[in-house]
C-alpha cells in the first residue's frame, strides 16, 4: 500500500483544521447553508432525509487492517455501528451529527484517511481494479498511477469548482472490472508496439438522466504525459462545460455536442503549452510510487495446494465458494478472495463494526494486512494463500461474509434510495431485499450463472442500472413508487447500457417480474450461455411478451406496503 | 472607500468598478474619469478612447475568454476576473490563462461572489489581488489565504509539482 509521507499527513491535518473552522463558522452562522453546502460536500457531508451522510474515501479501494478498524471504530463512536460500501469504492455512514463530523475526519487523520472530494463538483476519489496487482490477467499494475493522480487532484485550485462532478478510473488489465467506459475520464493501461507505457483515453461516460459510454479521444498517451493531458481535458471542460442546466453540466454533453474528434482537437490544443511542463512526470517519481505497490512478502509454493483440492473435491459447499468466490491470482499457489456483502437480508454494501473489526483480523492474518473495496459493493482479501482457504471460509462464514453469490443474480448493486437518500424517488432496499429472498436457493442461483442486477431509487444511476443486466430504477407516478426494468446493459469490455422492456411495476410485483425474466433466459438459452449473451441474441422482445403477457399479482408480503 | 486584499495585506482601494446597467450598451456607456474597471465589452467597443487611458483596468466574466486581452495585456494596471457565484469555477481557469498565456505580471484581482473559503485556490491560480464580498469580515477572510502549506501540484503559483520540489520517501520500509 502507499505509504503517506509528512507532506500526505500535512496536508491533511490542515484539511481538518479547515473543515473544523468552516464548521464552527456554520454554526455560528458567519457562513450560510449556501455558502457551507459546497464546502461540506468536498468533505463528503451530505444532508440526507434524517440525518448526515458521511463518505470517506477509500483511494482506488485500498484499505488497511487498522484503517479498517478505524471505519469500525467510527461506525460504533458517531454511527449506528454499522457501514455501507458503495459503487465508487467508498464508505458511507449513515446517521452522522455535523457537530462531530470535524472528529471524524480527525480519528480518520490518524490512520491516514479522510473525506477529500468525496463529493462536489470537483475530481473525485480515484477508483480502479479491485484486484490490481494480483489480476492474473494484469498488464500493468495501475495503482501508481491512480495514487499519482489522487495527490494530483486533491485540492487541485483550478479545478474545485466545474461545472460538475468528475470521476476518473482506471484499469491496467484485460479485462475493465473499473467500469471506465461510464467515468467522465477512463483510463487503461496499456503498452505499445515498443513496449512503451501508456494509456488510452476516454472520455465521456457516466450514467444518471443521460447514459453515454465514454468515447475515446487518443488511443496511447505516454505515461510521463498522464497529468498534463488531464489538466488540459479539464481546463477545457471547465471553461466550456455548461452551468445553465445542472442536468447537461457533465463532461459527457460537452463531448457529445462538440463531437469527440473536436473535443480531442482542442484539448491536443490546450496540451500544446503544457507538454513537456514541469507537471511531466518523471522516472523517479513514478519508481518511488510504484516501490510502495510492490508485492508483499509472497512464500514460494506450488501452483495448488493438496489439501485445499482434496477439500473442494469433497465438499459441496466448499467447492461453490470456491468456484464464486476465489479468484485467480497471477503468484502460485494463492488466490484473491471476495468477501461477499450481498447475504439475504442486509442491504447490499452494508457492513456492521464487528464485522469490520473481523475483517481486519483476516486480513491481518491471511492476507498481508491489506483489503479491498469493489464497486460491486464487495470486500477483498486479495492474497491469501491457497492453503489457508479452508480455515478462511470456515470464519468468515461463521461471520455472515462467504455467501457464495460473487457475480450470482443475489450479488446485486443497490443504492441507499428512499430509506436514507433525499433525492430517491423509490426505495431500493427493500426491493433487493425481497429479490433476493425469493430466490434464495444457492442450486437455482448457480443455476442461472453470472447474472448483474443493479438497482437505483433514482434516475441518478448510483446503483449503475443502466449498466446492469436486468436493470431496475425507482420511478415516481402520481406520487407512489414505482420500478422500471430493463435489460441488456453491461459492465466490463463490453459495457453497455440496457433497454427498458416497457411500463413500470410495483415493489410488490417485482420478484414475479425478475422470475419471468429468468424463465425466459433459462427456457431460451443454449448450452453455457450466460443471461446477457442470451438477451443480446435474442434482444429484449420475448422477454417483454412474457413478463407482460398475464398481469402480475402484487405479493402483498413483498408490496410497498409492507415496507411502508 | 472600501478595502481589498492585495499581495496579503488589507488595503484601501480607490478603483471603481462599473457595471453596465439594465438598458446601457457597451457603447454608449460613459466611461467615468478616474481610477475605473471597465467590463471587457465595454473595453472592447471604446478601445480607441480608453487604451490611451493609465487609470482604466478591464474586468473580465466568467464567460469571457483571456484570450480577449492578447494585445492589451500588457500595457493594463489592472485585470480583474468576475465571480458572478462562488461556486462558478470558470474564473480560476481564466486567470491561470492571464497568468501563463499572457503572461501578465501586474495585479490579478477577483470581484464579485469572493469569499474566504476560496481564497487558497484563488491565490494558487494566479490572483494576488481579492475584492471580499462586503458584507464579510475581510480580517477573517485573509485567513483563509494560508489554508495549506505545501500543494501537491502545479499551478499558476508554483509551477513544479511537490515531487520536483521536495524529496520524498514514503516508500521506505
Ligand atoms: C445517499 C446519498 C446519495 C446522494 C444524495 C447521491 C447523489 C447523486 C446524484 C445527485 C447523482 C447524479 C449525478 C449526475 O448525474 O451528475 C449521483 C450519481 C451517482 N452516484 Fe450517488 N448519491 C448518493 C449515494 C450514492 C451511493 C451510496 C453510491 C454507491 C452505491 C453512489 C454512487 C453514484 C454513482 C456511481 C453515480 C452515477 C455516476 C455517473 O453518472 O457517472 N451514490 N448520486
Ligand atoms: S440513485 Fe437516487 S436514490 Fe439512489 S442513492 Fe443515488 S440519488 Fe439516492
Same mark, same amino acid.
Given at each position: 500500500?502507499?505509504?503517506?509521507?509528512?507532506?500526505?499527513?500535512?496536508?491533511?491535518?490542515?484539511?481538518?483544521?479547515?473543515?473544523?473552522?468552516?464548521?464552527?463558522?456554520?454554526?455560528?452562522?458567519?457562513?450560510?447553508?449556501?455558502?457551507?453546502?459546497?464546502?461540506?460536500?468536498?468533505?463528503?457531508?451530505?444532508?440526507?432525509?434524517?440525518?448526515?451522510?458521511?463518505?470517506?474515501?477509500?483511494?482506488?479501494?485500498?484499505?488497511?487492517?487498522?484503517?479498517?478498524?478505524?471505519?469500525?471504530?467510527?461506525?460504533?463512536?458517531?454511527?449506528?455501528?454499522?457501514?455501507?460500501?458503495?459503487?465508487?469504492?467508498?464508505?458511507?455512514?449513515?446517521?452522522?451529527?455535523?457537530?462531530?463530523?470535524?472528529?471524524?475526519?480527525?480519528?480518520?487523520?490518524?490512520?491516514?484517511?479522510?473525506?477529500?472530494?468525496?463529493?462536489?463538483?470537483?475530481?473525485?476519489?480515484?477508483?480502479?481494479?479491485?484486484?490490481?496487482?494480483?489480476?492474473?490477467?494484469?498488464?500493468?499494475?495501475?495503482?501508481?498511477?491512480?495514487?499519482?493522480?489522487?495527490?494530483?487532484?486533491?485540492?487541485?485550485?483550478?479545478?474545485?469548482?466545474?461545472?460538475?462532478?468528475?470521476?476518473?478510473?482506471?484499469?491496467?488489465?484485460?479485462?475493465?472490472?473499473?467500469?471506465?467506459?461510464?467515468?467522465?475520464?477512463?483510463?487503461?493501461?496499456?503498452?505499445?508496439?515498443?513496449?512503451?507505457?501508456?494509456?488510452?483515453?476516454?472520455?465521456?461516460?457516466?450514467?444518471?438522466?443521460?447514459?453515454?459510454?465514454?468515447?475515446?479521444?487518443?488511443?496511447?498517451?505516454?505515461?510521463?504525459?498522464?497529468?498534463?493531458?488531464?489538466?488540459?481535458?479539464?481546463?477545457?471542460?471547465?471553461?466550456?462545460?455548461?452551468?445553465?442546466?445542472?442536468?447537461?453540466?457533465?463532461?459527457?454533453?460537452?463531448?457529445?455536442?462538440?463531437?469527440?474528434?473536436?473535443?480531442?482537437?482542442?484539448?491536443?490544443?490546450?496540451?500544446?503549452?503544457?507538454?513537456?511542463?514541469?507537471?511531466?512526470?518523471?522516472?523517479?517519481?513514478?519508481?518511488?510510487?510504484?516501490?510502495?505497490?510492490?508485492?508483499?512478502?509472497?512464500?514460494?509454493?506450488?501452483?495448488?495446494?493438496?489439501?485445499?483440492?482434496?477439500?473442494?473435491?469433497?465438499?459441496?459447499?466448499?467447492?461453490?465458494?470456491?468456484?464464486?468466490?476465489?479468484?485467480?491470482?497471477?503468484?502460485?499457489?494463492?488466490? *484473491?478472495?471476495? =468477501?461477499?456483502?450481498?447475504?439475504? #437480508?442486509?442491504?447490499?454494501?452494508? !457492513?456492521?463494526?464487528?464485522?469490520? /473489526? %473481523?475483517?481486519?483480523?483476516?486480513?491481518?492474518?491471511?492476507?498481508?494486512?491489506?483489503?479491498?473495496?469493489?464497486?460491486?459493493?464487495?470486500?477483498?482479501?486479495?492474497?491469501?494463500?491457497?492453503?489457508?482457504?479452508?480455515?478462511?471460509?470456515?470464519?468468515?462464514? *461463521?461471520?455472515? =461474509?462467504?455467501?457464495?453469490?460473487? #457475480?450470482?443474480?443475489?450479488?446485486? !448493486?443497490?443504492?441507499?434510495?428512499? /430509506? %436514507?437518500?433525499?433525492?430517491?424517488?423509490?426505495?431500493?432496499?427493500?426491493?433487493?431485499?425481497?429479490?433476493?429472498?425469493?430466490?434464495?436457493?444457492?442450486?437455482?442461483?448457480?443455476?442461472?450463472?453470472?447474472?448483474?442486477?443493479?438497482?437505483?431509487?433514482?434516475?441518478?444511476?448510483?446503483?449503475?442500472?443502466?449498466?446492469?443486466?436486468?436493470?431496475?430504477?425507482?420511478?415516481?407516478?402520481?406520487?407512489?413508487?414505482?420500478?422500471?426494468?430493463?435489460?441488456?446493459?453491461?459492465?466490463?469490455?463490453?459495457?453497455?447500457?440496457?433497454?427498458?422492456?416497457?411500463?413500470?411495476?410495483?415493489?410488490?410485483?417485482?420478484?414475479?417480474?425478475?422470475?419471468?425474466?429468468?424463465?425466459?433466459?433459462?427456457?431460451?438459452?443454449?448450452?453455457?450461455?450466460?443471461?446477457?449473451?442470451?438477451?443480446?441474441?435474442?434482444?429484449?422482445?420475448?422477454?417483454?411478451?412474457?413478463?407482460?403477457?398475464?398481469?402480475?399479482?402484487?405479493?402483498?408480503?413483498?408490496?410497498?406496503?409492507?415496507?411502508? | 472607500?472600501?478595502?481589498?486584499?492585495?499581495?496579503?495585506?488589507?488595503?484601501?482601494?480607490?478603483?471603481?468598478?462599473?457595471?453596465?446597467?439594465?438598458?446601457?450598451?457597451?457603447?454608449?456607456?460613459?466611461?467615468?474619469?478616474?481610477?475605473?474597471?471597465?467590463?471587457?465589452?465595454?473595453?472592447?467597443?471604446?478601445?480607441?478612447?480608453?487604451?490611451?487611458?493609465?487609470?482604466?483596468?478591464?474586468?473580465?466574466?466568467?464567460?469571457?475568454?483571456?484570450?480577449?486581452?492578447?494585445?492589451?495585456?500588457?500595457?493594463?494596471?489592472?485585470?480583474?476576473?468576475?465571480?458572478?457565484?462562488?461556486?462558478?469555477?470558470?474564473?480560476?481557469?481564466?486567470?491561470?490563462?492571464?497568468?501563463?498565456?499572457?503572461?501578465?505580471?501586474?495585479?490579478?484581482?477577483?470581484?464579485?461572489?469572493?469569499?474566504?473559503?476560496?481564497?487558497?485556490?484563488?491565490?494558487?491560480?494566479?490572483?494576488?489581488?481579492?475584492?471580499?464580498?462586503?458584507?464579510?469580515?475581510?480580517?477573517?477572510?485573509?485567513?483563509?489565504?494560508?489554508?495549506?502549506?505545501?500543494?501537491?501540484?502545479?499551478?499558476?503559483?508554483?509551477?513544479?509539482?511537490?515531487?520536483?520540489?521536495?524529496?520524498?520517501?514514503?516508500?521506505?520500509?
Amino acid at each position: 500500500m502507499y505509504r503517506y509521507d509528512q507532506y500526505d499527513h500535512q496536508i491533511i491535518q490542515e484539511r481538518v483544521a479547515q473543515f473544523r473552522d468552516q464548521v464552527r463558522r456554520r454554526i455560528s452562522d458567519e457562513l450560510t447553508e449556501d455558502e457551507f453546502r459546497i464546502l461540506r460536500l468536498q468533505n463528503g457531508l451530505y444532508m440526507q432525509r434524517h440525518a448526515y451522510m458521511h463518505r470517506i474515501a477509500v483511494p482506488y479501494g485500498m484499505l488497511s487492517s487498522k484503517q479498517m478498524h478505524m471505519l469500525a471504530h467510527i461506525a460504533r463512536k458517531y454511527d449506528r455501528g454499522y457501514g455501507h460500501f458503495t459503487t465508487r469504492q467508498n464508505i458511507q455512514y449513515n446517521w452522522i451529527k455535523l457537530e462531530e463530523a470535524p472528529a471524524i475526519l480527525a480519528d480518520l487523520a490518524t490512520v491516514e484517511m479522510h473525506a477529500i472530494q468525496t463529493s462536489g463538483n470537483c475530481v473525485r476519489n480515484i477508483s480502479s481494479d479491485q484486484f490490481a496487482g494480483v489480476a492474473a490477467d494484469e498488464i500493468i499494475d495501475p495503482r501508481p498511477y491512480c495514487e499519482i493522480l489522487r495527490q494530483w487532484s486533491t485540492f487541485h485550485p483550478e479545478f474545485a469548482y466545474l461545472p460538475r462532478k468528475f470521476k476518473i478510473a482506471i484499469n491496467g488489465a484485460v479485462e475493465d472490472r473499473a467500469a471506465i467506459g461510464m467515468h467522465d475520464i477512463g483510463l487503461t493501461v496499456v503498452k505499445n508496439d515498443q513496449g512503451e507505457i501508456g494509456f488510452r483515453v476516454m472520455v465521456g461516460g457516466g450514467l444518471g438522466r443521460t447514459p453515454l459510454i465514454g468515447a475515446t479521444i487518443r488511443e496511447f498517451l505516454p505515461w510521463q504525459h498522464a497529468l498534463t493531458y488531464i489538466e488540459a481535458i479539464l481546463r477545457v471542460y471547465n471553461q466550456h462545460g455548461r452551468r445553465d442546466n445542472i442536468y447537461k453540466a457533465r463532461i459527457k454533453i460537452l463531448l457529445k455536442a462538440l463531437g469527440a474528434e473536436e473535443f480531442a482537437r482542442q484539448v491536443e490544443a490546450e496540451w500544446v503549452d503544457l507538454k513537456d511542463s514541469e507537471a511531466t512526470l518523471t522516472v523517479e517519481e513514478l519508481q518511488r510510487v510504484a516501490a510502495c505497490f510492490t508485492a508483499p512478502a509472497y512464500l514460494t509454493l506450488p501452483a495448488s495446494d493438496a489439501a485445499y483440492e482434496q477439500e473442494k473435491a469433497t465438499n459441496k459447499a466448499f467447492a461453490n465458494w470456491v468456484m464464486r468466490n476465489v479468484k485467480a491470482h497471477k503468484v502460485p499457489g494463492y488466490a *484473491a478472495v471476495v =468477501l461477499s456483502l450481498k447475504k439475504t #437480508g442486509v442491504p447490499p454494501g452494508d !457492513i456492521t463494526a464487528d464485522q469490520m /473489526d %473481523f475483517v481486519a483480523d483476516l486480513a491481518d492474518r491471511y492476507s498481508f494486512g491489506e483489503l479491498r473495496s469493489a464497486h460491486e459493493q464487495n470486500l477483498i482479501l486479495a492474497d491469501v494463500r491457497q492453503a489457508d482457504l479452508v480455515s478462511l471460509w470456515k470464519e468468515a462464514k *461463521a461471520h455472515g =461474509l462467504a455467501t457464495p453469490n460473487i #457475480g450470482l443474480l443475489t450479488d446485486m !448493486i443497490c443504492c441507499p434510495g428512499g /430509506d %436514507f437518500c433525499s433525492l430517491a424517488n423509490a426505495k431500493s432496499i427493500p426491493i433487493a431485499g425481497a429479490i433476493a429472498e425469493r430466490f434464495d436457493n444457492l442450486d437455482f442461483l448457480h443455476d442461472i450463472g453470472e447474472i448483474e442486477l443493479n438497482i437505483s431509487g433514482c434516475i441518478n444511476a448510483c446503483g449503475h442500472h443502466h449498466i446492469g443486466n436486468i436493470g431496475i430504477l425507482g420511478v415516481d407516478k402520481d406520487g407512489s413508487e414505482w420500478y422500471q426494468v430493463s435489460l441488456g446493459g453491461a459492465q466490463g469490455n463490453d459495457i453497455a447500457v440496457g433497454k427498458i422492456i416497457g411500463p413500470s411495476f410495483s415493489a410488490g410485483q417485482m420478484p414475479e417480474v425478475i422470475d419471468r425474466i429468468l424463465q425466459v433466459y433459462v427456457r431460451e438459452r443454449t448450452e453455457d450461455e450466460k443471461f446477457i449473451d442470451t438477451v443480446r441474441r435474442l434482444g429484449i422482445a420475448p422477454f417483454k411478451e412474457y413478463v407482460y403477457a398475464t398481469p402480475i399479482k402484487t405479493e402483498l408480503q413483498h408490496g410497498e406496503d409492507a415496507y411502508a | 472607500m472600501r478595502n481589498i486584499i492585495k499581495d496579503h495585506q488589507i488595503v484601501a482601494d480607490d478603483w471603481n468598478v462599473l457595471r453596465l446597467e439594465e438598458g446601457q450598451t457597451p457603447e454608449s456607456v460613459a466611461v467615468p474619469a478616474g481610477k475605473v474597471l471597465v467590463p471587457l465589452k465595454v473595453w472592447q467597443a471604446q478601445h480607441a478612447a480608453l487604451v490611451l487611458r493609465a487609470d482604466v483596468g478591464v474586468w473580465i466574466d466568467s464567460d469571457e475568454g483571456a484570450e480577449a486581452l492578447k494585445e492589451d495585456a500588457a500595457k493594463l494596471p489592472l485585470i480583474a476576473v468576475n465571480f458572478p457565484k462562488f461556486a462558478d469555477g470558470r474564473g480560476y481557469s481564466i486567470a491561470y490563462n492571464v497568468r501563463s498565456r499572457l503572461k501578465y505580471a501586474g495585479e490579478l484581482r477577483a470581484i464579485g461572489d469572493v469569499l474566504r473559503d476560496q481564497l487558497f485556490y484563488m491565490q494558487r491560480a494566479g490572483f494576488n489581488a481579492f475584492a471580499v464580498r462586503e458584507d464579510k469580515d475581510i480580517n477573517d477572510a485573509l485567513k483563509g489565504l494560508s489554508d495549506f502549506s505545501q500543494p501537491y501540484q502545479n499551478s499558476t503559483d508554483i509551477k513544479a509539482p511537490l515531487f520536483r520540489r521536495v524529496h520524498r520517501d514514503g516508500a521506505s520500509a
